[in-house]
């Protein structure tokens, strides 16, 4: 299976309900690489890689989210698989 590399924006209710750990949760079960944090601007930003199989099912489930998000829109950008990526993990700042 082709690797890949998605970036993602998600946009709704997304802060304050355990998203960040949740999406890690998720990405080690698919066995992906990346990180996840949140935005200034009560956005979720996350960037995923590995095959994209497992990439379209990350993508999936950020749309919904854990339980008590309201994800509202995610803006999706894929790029080139860069292997940059040790694990998966959860950043703080901007």
């Known amino acids: 299976m082709k690797n890949g590399r998605v970036h993602l924006i998600i ?3 997304v ?7 949740s ?8 066995g992906l690489k990346g990180w996840v944090r949140n935005l200034p ?3 979720v930003e996350a ?10 099912q990350a993508v999936q489930w950020c749309r ?4 008590g998000a309201r994800v509202t829109n995610v803006e999706e950008k894929w790029t080139d698989y860069t ?3 040790d694990g998966f993990e959860i950043r703080y700042g901007f």
């Open 11 to 13: 946009a709704g209710f």
């Open 15 to 21: 802060q304050g309900v355990f998203f960040r750990a």
């Open 23 to 30: 999406t890690r949760e998720m990405a080690a079960r698919l």
């Open 41 to 43: 601007d009560g956005n």
């Open 47 to 56: 960037v995923f890689e590995g095959p994209v199989d497992k990439l379209q």
């Open 64 to 67: 919904k989210g854990p339980p």
């Open 83 to 85: 292997g940059e990526f």
